[in-house]
């Protein structure tokens, strides 16, 4: 298939293009798919995720059927998720920057669209380690509307996908890195290819359906868009993703769509050796517990509000604070009471990075804060939390310290030894800037029309997601606009 004209040539082999190519495979297409890494180390950005995928629902019984089953499901309350909640989530985190005919169709085909990827094979669960905590009759209440996520999070994510490309007779060519478009007659029909071993070629295609990502892994490019410093983050995913295919899209006539100045980031171990693209530890390098905790900069001082919100909804825009704190990098800080309630796949994962002591001076001293703002920092918080409300981590419960910056809810005081800091920087996930589509992932011009024969999904599309994003709607969207594309294609 590569030395002949084939109907759908997919560029980039995660979640989104994987399921762009099921879904031209089950109209009777031919389908191409070219992968940049080689097979042992494929998988795009969707590998290195926890798997979990926001869609709306009426809550558990709505879902049950096309979940895994699970003993703990009779003593787990699900609220429901409704279509509105999650505009309005898509919304507030953005402040309003959202396209909001990408975000409807988003909102109303996430739900059967990860039926239909259960159909193909794909298997979902409720993310109880992620996404709810015990409460004391050993029941379970999730929150923050992200209840469902891949078995085997996203590697298990990729290795259903790659099982459902070989019985959908998909054309898998791993090592194959995408150089450019081509175009005849301003048409795009095909692209160029160059393999892990050096050897370049080209395949011809009715539809070229770009899904190779964005360009957080380009330290240049991050800089150009994102700012000054941007180039220091460490890449939390795939290195494959830096820009090529959009930039040859961009020179095919294609427009910007999106917010090319932000990106989604998140709190990163600091300390790890290894804490780029690190394909075996993925998303354990994250440190998502900071509204349990408080988080400080080197010179002993809160700079976020680590309670604003579920952690859904602030993860991936406090990367970019912690990023311009000094040195890039804060600490997140327990005590003996909090600790415990910290996610263990995070924080009690191989070669953690945590320092412990039984005082905040020593602590501090070993960790190099200022040890005299950090104990006060702590005084202060300690001694404004508002004990009347009862703490709560399932809801957002109004606990608050009335220190500035506010922690408006989960507000535990830290005075238990041992007490725990744990370093971390700024991990760039992906950008939201990519190419302008409509809402079936036609590649679209500066006058609005579609560039023929050129479609893109999944993070190469840009407009859904502006300055942060809720959790797990990354996921969804590869999925809605892979398979829309895939579905015209």
Not at 20 to 47: C, I, M, P, T
């Amino acid at each position: 298939m590569m030395d002949k004209m084939v109907d759908v040539l997919v560029v980039g082999g995660g979640n989104a293009g994987f399921t762009a190519a099921l879904a031209a495979a089950e109209r009777g297409r031919s389908v191409v798919l070219l992968e940049k890494a080689v097979r042992d180390l494929a998988g795009g950005n969707s590998y290195y995720t926890a798997g979990a995928t926001r869609i709306p629902h009426g809550g558990l019984a709505d879902i049950t059927d096309f979940i895994e089953p699970d003993e703990r499901h009779s003593a787990t309350e699900v609220p429901p998720y409704i279509a509105e909640d999650y505009l309005a989530d898509l919304e507030k985190v953005s402040e309003g920057r959202n396209d909001p005919e990408l975000s409807r169709v988003l909102v109303e085909e996430s739900h059967g669209t990860l039926r239909w990827l259960q159909r193909q094979g794909l298997k979902y669960r409720l993310m109880y380690e992620r996404q709810a905590y015990s409460r004391p009759d050993g029941s379970f209440l999730f929150w923050g509307g992200l209840h469902i996520g891949n078995v085997g999070g996203g590697k298990g994510l990729m290795e259903d996908h790659r099982e459902a490309a070989a019985r959908a007779g998909v054309a898998v060519r791993y090592g194959h890195a995408g150089t450019g478009l081509i175009i005849d007659g301003g048409r795009v029909v095909g692209a160029g290819y160059r393999t892990d071993t050096g050897e370049s070629g080209e395949v011809r295609a009715q539809s070229v359906i770009l899904a190779s990502g964005g360009f957080e892994a380009n330290p240049e490019m991050r800089r150009r868009y994102l700012g000054e410093g941007w180039q220091n983050a460490k890449v939390r995913g795939t290195p494959g993703n830096t820009g090529e295919m959009i930039l040859a899209a961009l020179d095919a006539g294609a427009a910007k769509g999106g917010d090319w100045s932000t990106c989604h980031s998140v709190a990163w171990d600091a300390g790890f050796a290894e804490n780029e693209s690190n394909f075996e530890l993925t998303n354990q390098l994250t440190r998502g517990g900071y509204p349990l905790g408080i988080v400080a900069n080197r010179n002993g001082e809160r700079f976020i509000d680590e309670g604003a919100d579920f952690r859904n909804y602030t993860y991936a825009r406090y990367g970019q604070d912690i990023l311009n704190q000094p040195g890039s990098v804060a600490f997140q800080i327990f005590d003996a009471t909090t600790r415990p309630m910290l996610r263990a796949e995070e924080y009690d994962m191989p070669g953690v990075s945590v320092m412990r002591e039984d005082s905040l001076p020593a602590l501090a001293a070993r960790a190099g804060i200022d040890p005299v703002v950090l104990e006060r920092t702590v005084g202060d918080y300690n001694s404004r939390i508002d004990a009347t409300k009862p703490f709560d981590p399932n809801i957002k419960d109004g606990r608050a310290s009335g220190v500035e910056p506010r922690k408006s809810n989960w507000a535990l005081a830290l005075d238990t030894p041992p007490f725990y800091a744990f370093p971390v920087t700024c991990g760039v996930t992906f950008t939201f800037g990519g190419l302008k589509t409509d809402t079936y992932g036609r590649v679209l011009n500066s006058a609005g029309n579609p560039v023929p024969g050129l479609l893109a999904c999944g993070e190469a599309l840009g407009g859904l997601f502006s300055g942060n994003y809720p959790g797990g709607s990354g996921l969804a969207a590869g999925a809605v606009f892979g398979r829309r594309a895939g579905s015209v294609a």
